[in-house]
C-alpha cells in the first residue's frame, strides 16, 4: 500500500531529522498559546496545514508552471529565463494556484481526519483539486462551434488540442499537489500540523 508506506518513510525520516524542534518550541511559546486562544486552536491548525502546503507546493510550482510554456533552448531549461513567460496572465495563473494549493491543505486536514487509514480518501482529495483546475484551464480552439458544442476530431466535445491541454494541465497539477501532499503528510507526523479531530 502506498500511503502505508509513504507513512512509515515520513514518520523515518522526520525521527531521524531535526524534528523542527525550533518551530514546535515556537508554538508552545506564551506567544504561540497567546496565538491560539486568539484565532482558535482549529482554525491556526487549518493555517498551518494551508501554509505548509503552499510551502511544499511552491518547490514544484514554480519550475512546473514555467516548463508549460518555455522555448526549446538550452537557456530557457526551467522556463523562467524565457522572457515570454513573465506575463501578468503567467503572474495571475500563479497565484491563483497557490490559492488553490492553500484550500487543498486546509480541505485535505478536514477530509483525511485523525484515524482515518483510506487510501482512497486522500487519492479523491488529490484528484478533486487536480482534475477541475486541468479542465478549468483549457482555452478552446477558435474553430469551436457552440450549442452542441463542437470542437472537432476526435470526440467532437474534445479536439485532440484540447485533450493535449488537459493530459498537460493534469500532468502538472498531479505534481505539484502530490509535493503539496508529501510535505503536509511530514508535518503532521512530526507534529507540526494536528489532523482534524472528530468530536464525539
Not at 70 to 77: D, G, P, S, W
Not at 85 to 102: G, S
Not at 149 to 178: H, K
Request: charge should be neutral.
Amino acid at each position: 500500500d502506498i500511503f502505508r508506506h509513504l507513512q512509515t518513510n515520513l514518520y523515518w525520516t522526520c525521527w531521524t531529522s531535526v524534528r523542527s524542534d525550533g518551530a514546535k518550541d515556537l508554538l508552545d511559546s506564551d506567544a504561540g498559546r497567546g496565538l491560539r486562544g486568539l484565532v482558535g486552536e482549529e482554525r491556526l491548525e487549518s493555517v498551518k496545514a494551508g501554509l505548509t502546503a503552499v510551502g511544499s507546493g511552491a518547490v514544484a510550482m514554480v519550475p512546473i508552471s514555467g516548463v508549460a510554456g518555455m522555448k526549446r533552448t538550452l537557456f530557457a531549461a526551467l522556463g523562467l529565463l524565457d522572457p515570454d513567460r513573465l506575463t501578468p496572465r503567467w503572474e495571475f495563473q500563479l497565484d491563483m494556484l497557490a490559492l488553490d494549493i492553500f484550500l487543498f491543505g486546509v480541505v485535505y486536514r478536514y477530509a483525511v481526519r485523525a484515524g482515518d487509514d483510506n487510501p482512497m480518501l486522500r487519492t479523491g482529495v488529490i484528484g478533486a483539486f487536480v482534475l477541475p483546475r486541468a479542465l478549468f484551464l483549457v482555452q478552446m480552439p477558435a474553430e469551436c462551434q457552440a450549442l452542441p458544442l463542437n470542437c472537432g476530431e476526435p470526440l467532437g466535445y474534445f479536439s485532440w488540442a484540447m485533450l493535449a491541454q488537459v493530459a498537460w494541465q493534469g500532468f502538472a497539477g498531479a505534481v505539484v499537489f502530490a509535493v503539496a501532499f508529501y510535505g503536509l503528510e511530514r508535518a503532521i507526523t512530526c507534529g507540526l500540523v494536528q489532523r482534524f479531530r472528530t468530536q464525539n
